[in-house]
């Protein structure tokens, strides 16, 4: 946790200096992971923004994203929901519906992450190819504590399957 922290906050704070202000997240319903994320935001002296937080059911909320023609493709997928093949997929009607039962359709459990590359408010689309597929098993420091900062279950033993975008010139 100690290096994801000085890894975040070296990048954010290479983000300040090309003229970011504002860190925006796509948490929905989750106080202890948005407080995690302002505390974070204030360390790099950024503000946060959550756009979309409690704006409704989290199926809805899938379907308005995807009529509003925002384009994103899954980065991190929970093995425990899903195995390799679901990586780099678009987030769409068809992802909604190829979806395991009990997987929540925004992924507000953590069952996947999205990376966002266009939207009706972007000034260009983020031009990304797919680079190599990672997977990782993460199973818990014996030294951590039980209550991990973010306010995560500590027995979380699991694999996570995690896709590499690659940034076209």
Not at 158 to 169: A, G, I, V
Request: net charge negative.
């Amino acid at each position: 946790m100690e290096d994801y922290n000085t890894l975040l906050l070296h990048e954010m704070n290479t983000l300040k200096q090309q003229g970011a202000t504002t860190c925006a997240f796509g948490d929905i319903f989750l106080e202890d992971l948005k407080a995690f994320r302002e505390k974070q935001m204030q360390q790099a002296q950024l503000q946060s923004s959550f756009p979309i937080w409690k704006q409704a059911d989290t199926t809805t909320l899938a379907k308005t994203i995807i009529d509003a023609g925002i384009k994103a493709v899954l980065v991190c997928i929970n093995g425990k929901f899903f195995d390799s093949t679901f990586l780099g997929r678009e987030y769409d009607l068809d992802l909604l519906n190829d979806l395991p039962p009990g997987v929540d359709p925004c992924g507000e459990n953590g069952e996947f992450h999205t990376f966002v590359y266009d939207a009706p408010h972007f000034s260009s689309p983020i031009p990304i190819t797919l680079g190599a597929k990672v997977d990782k098993l993460y199973t818990p420091n014996s030294e951590e504590s039980d209550e991990p900062e973010c306010g995560a279950t500590p027995a979380w033993d699991t694999t996570f399957h995690f896709q590499d975008l690659l940034l076209e010139n």
